[in-house]
């Protein structure tokens, strides 16, 4: 059965959620678009694939200035490496993995999380459209994608 | 009156409510004064008039039915686009295209801008709307002319079909998720802002596949305000 809009801005609310309690509420959404010939990647992105209700994939992609005032809000205030903002990506990736995982169980199977940096090994398969979130905190970009494969509805 | 002022029902209708002696289209605008949406965001889902509603709405203020809801800076600032209070001085560039799929046949340069106004309904008052899990209208919603479709006014018709916005945003891109690219890239449209989209469609091709899109996902059919006048 496939999930209502609803069900999919869960996905947003679950990525909001969390990325609010690490900033204390500091994000700021601009207006969303949808984009039909290109994905929008940034420097570092969290990918999970989605099968069942929704079949596609969602993506957080967040600029490495994003990902250090992220990492520096509960962590110490050094300079961030490669692997501090993969950790950080990939906390968010598995937090937005785990809690819709829990809200939908096995209606909604999803993949581990993959996490990369600029652009994907495996080339992702541009669906007909996608539509992207942005986010802005301290005047640092990320974006949530979202990449469904068809129209299909409840 | 402007179109942006937002109102509330009042105690004094709840109390008057059952006595209230209305036509059903007039009920129909005076029920979806809820307190979040503007004067015209409310007449286009009730699906009255701009005109129509301006009178209306003066004898539901007079009446006592409805006042006006004073909103918050933070609310104004995201009803303008703008969400947040730092956002105000500060321009926001749109997202970084980083990577494209070798997929791609068209190109995509920005859409023009437009003058033209926010949509206002034209369309005479419809059965009540309930998301997407109505059947769809029999007719189709294809207007066969020679005027050119404005995308902010089908984004805004859409996304006024569900009571939230977030939501209302994603029906939309399901409803685009049906359009053909190709159609909208040969009108230079490689994206669509989900606020004040500025892109006049002029291929009645393309048209046609929106409003079959939005009939098929929406189950509704376009007002004739999504269309630029003649």
Redesign the interface.
Known sequence: MPL???D??YF?DVTLAHLNKITGNEI???????????????AYTGLLHLKGGAEGFVYFTASQQFLQHLHNSHQSRGRITEEDCRDVMADITGTIAHTVHKKFGATLQISEPRIFS??PDD???????V??Q?L?WR?E?A?FV?G?A??E?? | MTGTEIYKRTPAYEREAREIRLHAPQWKLLLAFDGQRSLSEVALNAEVSFTEALPLTRKFLDQGWIEEQPITLDQYLKRM?A??V??TG?A?????????????T?P?PPSAPSPTPPPLPASPAAEKKDE??AAPEKAPAAKPSNRAMRLSAVVDFITSL?G?I????????????????EL??AED????????DTSLIQSEKLQKAIAD?VN??AKRQLPDSVFAPA
């Open positions: 209502h809009e609803r999919i801005h947003v700021a959404l601009r207006d969303p678009t949808i984009e039909f010939q290109s994905l929008v990647f940034s600029t652009v080339p992702i398969e541009m669906p007909p459209a539509f992207v942005p802005v005047k970009h974006y979202l469904l068809s129209a509805t409840t | 686009g969400r947040d730092s956002a500060a926001v560039p749109p997202p970084t295209v980083l990577h494209q799929p070798e997929k791609e068209a995509a997407s899990s569900v939230n977030g939501i209302g945003q994603l029906l939309v891109y399901r409803v685009f998720l049906r359009v053909p690219p909208l890239l449209i490689a994206s669509v802002h989900l606020v004040g899109a098929a996902v």
